[in-house]
């Protein structure tokens, strides 16, 4: 039997997750876990405390054994090892060494289905392992499986297989409309990702739009022959699943739990130039991600100035490195620079069609590079 694992990553998602499943699959017998950074804000403990006591179970702490004999925080740690270089979105080091490889460690070659709070209104995989043993499942999304899965199961050699998969579980007309569309080729091109991605998906939607379930038990009965750790259980749950969960859906979870919605999503309120705005952190994570957007570092400089203060000491050990690769720290939050940022998050927002929930900072419509929402899921 597989191992069934779900990561807390101390933001939203993994937490609503941990509690959708704890509702909705109370038999699954998941093991939590969360990967220490030890640059983490206050609130993210302060939800894994919460969440322990919601699903009274454990929720395991990994640290990589390198960091744990230092005796130093994993971050500095390996800060240190890599000899002063920051980590960026062109070179994660710290999402590999202090995450992921911690995690699998953990896991070994034992075979694991890994469930992933990515939600249906984001079109993301996520930084995820690419271990055989480590296959990710994704609840909240309409399609559960991973691109891997889909690319395998909807490849052009696979036809007749996916074909006589869904011949175990449908007849009649249904079954010859998913005959018609599974049966057609579909025209990939040597070396075009996207457009063999985008036409992958394009025929995945249309056998979803004739039954998310039916599909679902479909691509367990193709994985059955396979190395897949789903392949390890008779039955599984979440084929019966066809809910879309989406942000507003999150933090009903989170509230209506008691575990509540860490703070730093919680919007802020602050004025300039005699207008009202508001910003809040929109991702987990190390308090100095590079991730953040400016307006979100203007946040931690306002809000924890002593953090603020930590990062920008991180800059100042090695000179021409910085968060931010356009600029440092210390321009942020020169005067004009700081207003300026606040005054372009406002442009934003007037430009935003609407506020998608009362407590996150709406950054679809931001044209910064915000990256992705968190390091590992």
């Not at 220490?36 to 609130?43: S, V, Y």
């Not at 700081?338 to 007037?350: A, F, G, P, T, Y």
């Amino acid at each position: 039997m597989a191992r069934h694992v779900l990561g807390i990553s101390g933001g939203k998602d993994s937490a609503a997750l941990a509690i959708y499943l704890r509702q909705k699959y109370p038999t699954l017998d998941i093991e939590y876990y969360f990967c220490d950074t030890g640059k983490e804000l206050d609130e993210t403990y302060q939800l894994i405390d919460n969440l322990r006591s919601y699903l009274g179970k454990e929720i395991k702490v990994l640290k990589s054994e390198e960091a744990l004999n230092s005796g130093e925080d994993p971050f500095d740690f390996y800060y240190k090892a890599y000899r002063g270089y920051l980590p960026s979105s062109v070179a994660r080091w710290c999402t590999k060494k202090m995450k992921l490889e911690p995690f699998e460690k953990w896991i070994g070659a034992d075979p694991a289905i890994s469930y992933v709070g990515i939600r249906g209104d984001e079109d993301r995989e996520g930084y995820i392992s690419t271990k055989r043993n480590i296959q990710s499942i994704f609840p909240f999304r309409k399609n559960i499986w991973s691109e891997e899965v889909i690319s395998k199961v909807l490849a052009n050699e696979s036809r007749l297989h996916l074909s006589q998969c869904f011949s175990e579980i449908l007849g009649g007309k249904k079954l010859d409309k998913v005959v018609r569309i599974v049966s057609e080729p579909v025209a990939f091109l040597p070396r075009n990702h996207e457009h063999n991605r985008r036409l992958t998906y394009e025929k995945l939607n249309r056998l979803l739009d004739l039954g998310t379930v039916d599909f679902n038990y479909a691509v367990f009965n193709f994985l059955k022959n396979t190395s897949y750790p789903v392949a390890e259980e008779s039955a599984f749950p979440l084929l019966d699943n066809d809910e879309v969960l989406v942000r507003d859906d999150i933090f009903k979870f989170l509230e209506d739990s008691g575990v509540g919605v860490p703070a730093y999503y919680k919007k802020i309120e602050f004025q300039l130039d005699g207008q009202k705005g508001e910003y809040a952190r929109s991702r987990s994570g190390c308090y100095f991600c590079f991730f953040q957007q400016k307006i979100e570092w203007v946040w931690l400089y306002e809000q924890h100035p002593d953090l603020f203060q930590k990062a920008m000491r991180y800059e100042n050990e090695k000179e021409g490195f910085t968060w931010n690769q356009d600029e440092s720290l210390m321009d942020i939050i020169k005067p004009i620079r700081l207003d300026q940022i606040k005054r372009e998050h406002l442009e934003r927002r007037r430009r935003s069609a609407s506020v998608r929930s009362p407590y996150l900072l709406d950054i679809l419509d931001s044209t910064e590079d915000v990256g992705c929402t968190a390091c590992f899921v």
